[in-house]
């Protein structure tokens, strides 16, 4: 895992990334994005990516998904992305992967964000975020 925690890595001080790669989406795959910060800018209080890939039959593939702002570092949700799978990409769904979310928020309350702020977010980003990454693998236009 690169991330230990805030703003910090595993790599040593002699070492550097030179390179990323990044796969070239399938057909039939899309991606969502959704951050919530309280300035354009500013760290997000939560952020969620996803990407999904659908089956020529429109049933979730595979489906990625990482939350930010969370915990001490972002993550993904293995689980999460399990239940996707074979399934119809509708509301239902999403609402049931939103659950998901919300559960893994492990962040600490503060008297600026509460924890229960905090899951309602996420579960409300992911629920966004996994429409918006479906409605893309399927073709439909971009809000």
């Known amino acids: 895992m690169l991330f230990v925690s805030s703003l910090v890595t595993e ?5 550097l990334i030179t390179a990323i790669e990044f796969p070239v989406f399938p057909s039939r795959s899309g991606w969502g ?5 309280q300035r354009q800018g ?8 996803a990407t999904v890939e659908l089956s020529a039959a429109g ?3 595979s489906l990625r998904l990482a939350l930010g702002g969370t915990g001490v570092v972002p993550i993904r949700l293995p689980d999460a992305e399990l239940a996707a799978v074979g399934r119809v990409p509708d509301h239902a769904l999403s609402e049931e992967i939103s659950r998901f979310a919300a559960a ?4 600490d309350d503060d008297a600026r964000i509460p924890v229960a702020y905090r899951r309602e977010l996420a579960a409300t980003l992911t629920e966004r975020a996994l429409t918006m990454a479906a409605q893309r693998a399927e073709g439909v236009s971009e809000r």
């Open 59 to 61: 049933v979730v593939k």
């Open 33 to 37: 994005i959704e951050i919530f910060a």
């Open 11 to 15: 790599l040593a001080e002699d070492e």
């Open 104 to 107: 893994a928020v492990t962040a």
């Open 42 to 49: 500013d760290f997000a209080i939560v952020s969620v990516a």
